[in-house]
């Protein structure tokens, strides 16, 4: 992708800061559901119930969610999802200010607020590329900052706020989420309106879903950029199911240390997602792909070979490199070639793929410690990535990229100019 020296427009500004308001809040809810699920049981099961519940909206309702998206406003369909999960949070807030919390009822909120993220999510990914007229360069570049925004907040600030939050009273972390998600929905309700998808005549929402569907799978290079995440989820899965069993018996350290390991995971991550740009330019984005997908095999492997901590959590910055950069150039890629009335479906496809792997992932770590060690999980999520990368390496080559971006290019060409500002319209 060819470098853009354009500003961004002002209203990507009031993206970025919605994203980054209802990732704090998302943050302080991840860490909050779990610990009020453990103030009303310790039964491992019922505490898996309440986690697994939020991944089920992607894997039952994914597809059809993205075809859904395609003949919604974008814009509308963000801020509404936002604003009903503000007022969703406050049903378990005055539960528990009641005394009437549940197991149950933390896990329905749970699947309703991962049903509105579902929405937003796949609304935002097809609405951005809208506001900067499917520009590559600056896809790369604002998809870089909603990166690294969503990285400091979900996995720096909003974990350690909603473990503090939760000691003022079991409300305050749900109440404190509620008014993240509506300050995000104001701020998008001020974005600036874009086209709707162009309607698909006389064709049922199923029918369309498979087209969005079989739109990934004929394509080399959107299947290889699918193909990324759903292998990459069952190592890293495989890897995250014995990271902190592998980090205690091997490693020897405490609960301490084993926060500080993933902070450097996290630290890489932000790390790659600001130098993902920069990558795509030297290397060409099919390139850079390959190679942050060989750099988190290697550093699997390296973090399972590890002798001290000091060398695991090395190796886990580097692989949160590799990771973080994937993720700023995977997603501007396929939002610069994937036709505006198609994003939708195309974006919930894979994000579906990827979901439906990590289970995968969990049973596979969890069955290959029980059955050959600690180590052999990782080592096996190592080959499995080195494998992948073999494997999509020709899939997202340059040439194929260049040739997606050249086939994609009349829709970015028809306007050189970022997008305008316009009024919000009313509904």
Same mark, same amino acid.
């Given at each position: 992708?060819?470098? %853009?020296?354009?500003? =961004?427009?002002?209203?990507?500004? @009031? +993206?970025?800061? !919605? #994203? /980054?308001?209802? &990732?704090?809040?998302? $943050?302080?809810?991840?860490?909050?559901?779990?610990?009020?699920?453990?103030?009303?049981?310790?039964?491992?099961?019922?505490?898996?119930?309440?986690?697994?519940?939020?991944?089920?909206?992607?894997?039952?309702?994914?597809?059809?969610?993205?075809?859904?998206?395609?003949?919604?406003?974008?814009?509308?369909?963000?801020?509404?999802?936002?604003?009903?999960?503000?007022?969703?949070?406050?049903?378990?807030?005055?539960?528990?200010?009641?005394?009437?919390?549940?197991?149950?009822?933390?896990?329905?909120?749970?699947?309703?607020?991962?049903?509105?993220?579902?929405?937003?999510?796949?609304?935002?990914?097809?609405?951005?590329?809208?506001?900067?007229?499917? %520009?590559?360069?600056? =896809?790369?570049?604002?998809?870089? @900052? +909603?990166?690294? !925004? #969503? /990285?400091?907040? &979900?996995?720096?600030? $909003?974990?350690?706020?909603?473990?503090?939050?939760?000691?003022?009273?079991?409300?305050?972390?749900?109440?404190?989420?509620?008014?993240?998600?509506?300050?995000?929905?104001?701020?998008?309700?001020?974005?600036?309106?874009?086209?709707?998808?162009?309607?698909?005549?006389?064709?049922?929402?199923?029918?369309?879903?498979?087209?969005?569907?079989?739109?990934?799978?004929?394509?080399?290079?959107?299947?290889?950029?699918?193909?990324?995440?759903?292998?990459?989820?069952?190592?890293?899965?495989?890897?995250?199911?014995?990271?902190?069993?592998?980090?205690?018996?091997?490693?020897?350290?405490?609960?301490?240390?084993?926060?500080?390991?993933?902070?450097?995971?996290?630290?890489?991550? =932000?790390?790659?997602?600001?130098?993902?740009?920069?990558?795509?330019?030297?290397?060409?984005?099919?390139?850079?792909?390959?190679?942050?997908?060989?750099?988190?095999?290697?550093?699997?492997?390296?973090?399972?070979?590890?002798?001290?901590?000091?060398?695991?959590?090395?190796?886990?910055?580097?692989?949160?490199?590799?990771?973080?950069?994937?993720?700023?150039?995977?997603?501007?890629?396929?939002?610069?070639?994937?036709?505006?009335?198609?994003?939708?479906?195309?974006?919930?496809?894979?994000?579906?793929?990827?979901?439906?792997?990590?289970?995968?992932?969990?049973?596979?770590?969890?069955?290959?410690?029980?059955?050959?060690?600690?180590?052999?999980?990782?080592?096996?999520?190592?080959?499995?990535?080195?494998?992948?990368?073999?494997?999509?390496?020709?899939?997202?080559?340059?040439?194929?990229?260049?040739?997606?971006?050249?086939?994609?290019?009349?829709?970015?060409?028809?306007?050189?100019?970022?997008?305008?500002?316009?009024?919000?319209?009313?509904?």
């Amino acid at each position: 992708m060819t470098s %853009d020296a354009r500003r =961004l427009p002002a209203g990507f500004g @009031r +993206l970025w800061t !919605a #994203q /980054t308001v209802s &990732s704090l809040g998302d $943050g302080v809810t991840h860490a909050a559901l779990p610990l009020l699920a453990l103030t009303l049981t310790r039964d491992p099961m019922a505490l898996a119930v309440v986690t697994a519940a939020g991944t089920l909206p992607w894997l039952l309702l994914g597809v059809l969610g993205g075809a859904l998206v395609d003949r919604w406003d974008r814009r509308r369909t963000m801020w509404a999802a936002d604003a009903a999960r503000a007022v969703l949070l406050a049903i378990p807030a005055a539960a528990a200010a009641l005394d009437a919390l549940s197991i149950p009822l933390l896990a329905a909120v749970a699947f309703l607020l991962g049903l509105g993220g579902l929405f937003f999510d796949t609304a935002a990914t097809a609405y951005l590329p809208d506001l900067l007229r499917r %520009d590559p360069a600056l =896809l790369e570049r604002a998809n870089s @900052r +909603l990166r690294g !925004a #969503q /990285t400091a907040m &979900s996995g720096f600030a $909003g974990p350690p706020a909603g473990s503090a939050l939760l000691a003022l009273g079991r409300a305050v972390p749900l109440l404190a989420d509620a008014v993240s998600f509506a300050l995000s929905a104001l701020l998008v309700r001020t974005l600036p309106a874009m086209p709707r998808p162009v309607p698909e005549a006389h064709e049922s929402l199923l029918r369309q879903a498979r087209a969005g569907a079989s739109y990934v799978f004929r394509d080399r290079v959107l299947l290889g950029l699918a193909l990324r995440p759903a292998v990459g989820n069952v190592a890293f899965l495989a890897v995250e199911t014995v990271l902190a069993l592998f980090a205690h018996d091997r490693l020897g350290i405490g609960t301490f240390g084993f926060g500080l390991l993933l902070t450097a995971e996290a630290t890489g991550g =932000l790390l790659g997602a600001a130098i993902a740009s920069f990558l795509g330019r030297r290397l060409g984005t099919g390139t850079a792909l390959t190679c942050t997908a060989a750099v988190e095999g290697l550093a699997i492997l390296g973090l399972a070979a590890a002798p001290n901590p000091y060398a695991a959590g090395l190796a886990l910055a580097v692989c949160g490199a590799g990771v973080g950069a994937t993720m700023v150039l995977a997603p501007s890629l396929r939002q610069a070639i994937v036709p505006a009335h198609l994003m939708g479906r195309v974006a919930s496809t894979s994000r579906m793929l990827s979901m439906c792997a990590a289970p995968i992932g969990a049973f596979l770590g969890g069955w290959l410690a029980t059955t050959y060690g600690i180590r052999t999980p990782l080592f096996a999520a190592a080959g499995l990535l080195l494998a992948m990368t073999a494997v999509t390496a020709s899939m997202t080559s340059n040439r194929r990229v260049e040739a997606a971006l050249r086939a994609g290019a009349p829709d970015h060409a028809a306007s050189k100019e970022p997008a305008p500002e316009s009024a919000p319209t009313l509904l």
